[in-house]
């Protein structure tokens, strides 16, 4: 029996992705949120999650918008995620989220989740950062939608940046050629540079449209993020290019 290691289960709305090709903004989805982060992003709200070690249960919102949780043990089985899945179910689900910390590290529970999510009808939607194009190959083809990051400079995600976006990209690339509704997702900050904008749209042109999202709380002008915008959208074309915020913030909900 396959085990992971889970932050929580929680059936909400996808609060992200703007309105391009494959953004499932608006949508009710239930998400799954894995536990465990290679990377360290400054500005990350899911930051109590990015350890595995000390995440020793995982949480359920038994009602969903209750802020009423469940603790139950890690690690879990996939079975038991499943009926979790099933039991939230709220007969208007558009895909199951599979996010984290950054899901696509227990490869082989999430393989098995999307699977056997596929098997019971529902679409599945990954929230990756990206960075290992080899685990990606690994699940593209159980993929229907997808939000790939590209780690700003000023997410001083990790060490070698650069690689990094550059292994965005090839991710992005895979989910593609599998045939996923993919976008990336730019996180931008006070200290977001415009010629890395550039740089990152000149490299994604013709391969995938992109959301340009302030960090939480939002700190910087909202002239800055639609200077980035414009670079953007003239570099990958008009329609290739939205805003997207954390809606679900402004809400008060998961
Ligand atoms: C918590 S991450 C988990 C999935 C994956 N590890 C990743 O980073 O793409 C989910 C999404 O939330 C975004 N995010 C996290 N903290 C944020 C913040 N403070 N402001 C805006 N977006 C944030 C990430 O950039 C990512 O798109
Ligand atoms: N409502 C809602 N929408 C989301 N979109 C991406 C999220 C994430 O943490 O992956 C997220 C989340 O945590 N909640
Ligand atoms: S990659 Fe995602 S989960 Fe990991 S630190 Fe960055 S925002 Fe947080
Ligand atoms: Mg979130």
Same mark, same amino acid.
């Not at 290679?38 to 000390?54: A, E, M, N, Q, V």
């Not at 802020?67 to 558009?94: A, Q």
């Given at each position: 029996?396959?085990? /992971?290691?889970?932050?929580e289960i929680f059936n909400s709305?996808?609060?992200?992705?703007?309105?391009?090709?494959?953004?499932?903004?608006? %949508? %009710?989805?239930?998400f799954?949120? =894995?536990?465990?982060?290679?990377?360290?992003?400054?500005?990350?709200?899911?930051? *109590?999650?990015?350890?595995?070690?000390? /995440?020793?249960?995982?949480r359920v919102e038994v009602e969903p918008f209750s802020g009423k949780f469940k603790y =139950?043990?890690?690690?879990?089985?996939?079975?038991?995620?499943?009926?979790?899945? &099933?039991?939230l !179910?709220?007969?208007?689900?558009?895909? #199951?989220? $599979? &996010?984290?910390?950054?899901?696509?590290?227990?490869?082989?529970?999430?393989?098995?989740?999307?699977?056997?999510?596929?098997?019971?009808?529902?679409?599945?939607? @990954?929230?990756?950062?990206?960075?290992?194009?080899?685990? #990606?190959?690994?699940?593209?083809?159980? &993929? !229907?939608?997808?939000?790939? !990051?590209?780690?700003?400079?000023?997410?001083?995600?990790?060490?070698?940046?650069?690689?990094?976006?550059?292994?965005?990209?090839?991710? &992005?690339?895979?989910?593609?050629?599998?045939?996923?509704?993919?976008?990336?997702?730019?996180? /931008?900050? %006070?200290?977001?540079?415009?010629?890395?904008?550039?740089? $990152?749209?000149?490299? @994604?042109?013709?391969?995938? +449209?992109?959301? #340009?999202? +302030?960090?939480? +709380?939002? !700190?910087?002008?909202?002239? *800055?993020?639609?200077?980035?915008?414009?670079?953007?959208?003239?570099?990958?074309?008009?329609?290739?290019?939205? @805003?997207? =915020?954390? /809606?679900h913030k $402004?809400l008060g909900v998961l």
């Amino acid at each position: 029996m396959v085990k /992971v290691i889970l932050g929580e289960i929680f059936n909400s709305w996808q609060g992200e992705g703007g309105s391009v090709e494959g953004s499932a903004f608006g %949508r %009710r989805q239930i998400f799954v949120r =894995f536990a465990g982060c290679d990377l360290r992003c400054t500005y990350c709200d899911s930051r *109590k999650y990015i350890d595995p070690r000390s /995440v020793k249960k995982y949480r359920v919102e038994v009602e969903p918008f209750s802020g009423k949780f469940k603790y =139950f043990n890690n690690p879990v089985d996939v079975e038991e995620v499943i009926k979790w899945i &099933t039991k939230l !179910d709220t007969g208007d689900i558009h895909s #199951i989220s $599979y &996010t984290g910390g950054e899901p696509t590290l227990q490869i082989l529970g999430l393989a098995s989740l999307m699977e056997k999510a596929k098997e019971l009808g529902y679409d599945n939607f @990954l929230e990756t950062h990206g960075g290992h194009p080899h685990l #990606i190959k690994k699940i593209a083809y159980l &993929t !229907d939608y997808a939000s790939v !990051d590209i780690k700003d400079e000023s997410a001083n995600a990790t060490k070698d940046w650069r690689k990094l976006v550059v292994n965005e990209i090839a991710s &992005t690339k895979i989910l593609k050629e599998a045939g996923a509704k993919v976008y990336v997702k730019l996180v /931008v900050t %006070r200290e977001t540079r415009i010629e890395n904008v550039r740089w $990152y749209a000149e490299m @994604l042109k013709g391969i995938a +449209p992109m959301v #340009i999202q +302030p960090k939480e +709380p939002m !700190d910087m002008p909202i002239k *800055k993020v639609m200077d980035f915008y414009n670079v953007a959208a003239k570099i990958m074309g008009k329609k290739n290019v939205s @805003l997207s =915020f954390q /809606v679900h913030k $402004y809400l008060g909900v998961l």
